[in-house]
């Protein structure tokens, strides 16, 4: 019959188990922080754009004048 270490055999596990976890979070994270990049640039993208048209109906409002 094989010597088996179970507490060392157990702290392997966790030790595995704890680094995969960790490795999940980490893609996790780092799906959230690309979407919140994406979604602030889509914001600015939006803003900008809003900007430029207001300034065309400003100078089509003055060029009428």
């Known amino acids: 019959m094989p010597d088996i270490n179970y507490n060392e055999l157990k ?3 966790k030790a595995e188990l704890k680094a995969e976890l960790e490795a999940e ?9 690309f979407h919140k990049q994406f979604n602030k640039q889509i914001n600015y993208n939006v803003l900008t754009q809003k900007q ?3 300034q065309e109906a400003e100078s089509e409002s003055e060029i009428k004048d």
């Open 11 to 13: 702290n392997q596990l």
């Open 25 to 33: 979070l980490d893609v996790d994270v780092g799906e959230r922080e």
């Open 52 to 54: 430029i048209q207001g």
